[in-house]
């Protein structure tokens, strides 16, 4: 009897802790899942494909999209989205529709996680992809925050897309491509350009009297300059002024008066008007 004494407490001891067990571990109870405990939160200074991850400041961030003069007719691309906040901001407060393109797969769906949960599902669409790859080419406003050779790499495809288009990008500029405006918020900067029109060349100005003119252009991204050549006569450009697909310049005749040009580019015609003694006279100018 004094065996079974000493037994007994111990197997009681036993099925207790057993039970215990059991329950701790029974489905229903608050132990934390699996999904729950591998959420993805990005962490500030982690690697990616070809940057690190910094999150750009909401200040900065308004005033980039105020630069761009984004609205509601606008359809903004943030290349290397990250959480997508640029994205959502343009959208949430400028009213734009934004796509953003993500390479890390956890961090695009992570940014559509916060596109959810600020009510813009509507609005913004992220896409786990490179921006190598992806076709952006829809973009009235690109925004990226990228490294320099990035940058760099990125600028002939940003050079091709129609005039017009607006490209903000925080930190790193364009290399020779200069800035129209610049910008800063706190310790962070941000650069603004205008895509501009390709006019470098020859073309002919007609709708003056005299006839034709010869209008010869050079260009240096949204710099230009050039030669109108009429009768034998060269008159230089003067004042000319490049932004997007509008174009200005003047020019002065022989007889000392100033010609002031305005017009806009579409494909291989400038049209406008040439204003002189308060008329306008209407012309085009088009590729030979």
């Known amino acids: 009897m004094k065996f079974f004494r ?90 734009a529709r934004s796509v953003g393109i993500e390479y890390n797969p956890d961090m695009a769906q992570f940014a559509r996680r916060k596109v959810a949960e600020a009510g813009m599902s509507d609005k913004v669409r992220i896409i786990t992809g490179d921006i190598f790859q992806e076709d952006f080419s829809s973009a009235t406003v690109v925004t990226l925050y990228l490294m320099p050779h990035l940058n760099l790499k990125l600028r002939p495809i940003l050079l091709k897309m129609k005039p017009g288009t607006r490209v903000v990008s925080h930190a790193f500029n364009m290399g020779e491509w200069e800035p129209d405006e610049t910008m800063s918020y706190q310790f962070s900067q941000g650069f ?56 200005k310049f003047q020019f002065m005749t022989p007889d000392k008066k100033v010609h002031a040009f305005s017009g806009r580019v579409n494909g291989r015609r400038i049209s406008g008007t040439v204003a002189s003694d308060y008329l306008q006279t209407p012309v085009e100018i088009t590729r030979p």
Not at 39 to 63: F, H, M, N, S
Not at 196 to 207: S, Y
């Open 192 to 247: 603004f350009w205008v895509v501009p029109a390709q006019i470098e060349g020859d073309w002919v100005m007609a709708g003056l009297d005299g006839g034709p003119m010869r209008l010869n252009m050079s260009q240096s991204f949204q710099h230009i300059g050039g030669m109108l050549t009429r009768g034998g006569q060269n008159l230089a450009l003067l004042g000319a002024r490049l932004r997007g697909d509008e174009v």
């Open 6 to 95: 000493v037994l007994l407490p111990i197997l009681l001891i036993s099925w207790w802790n057993i039970a215990c067990s059991n329950t701790l571990t029974a489905p229903g109870t608050n132990t934390a899942s699996p999904q729950a405990a591998t959420t993805y939160e990005p962490v500030r200074g982690q690697a990616g494909k070809d940057v690190i991850w910094i999150p750009t400041p909401d200040g900065l961030i308004d005033k980039m999209l105020t630069a761009a003069k984004v609205t509601d007719q606008d359809r903004l691309f943030d290349l290397g989205a990250g959480d997508g906040i640029i994205a959502i901001t343009a959208a949430r407060k400028y009213g």
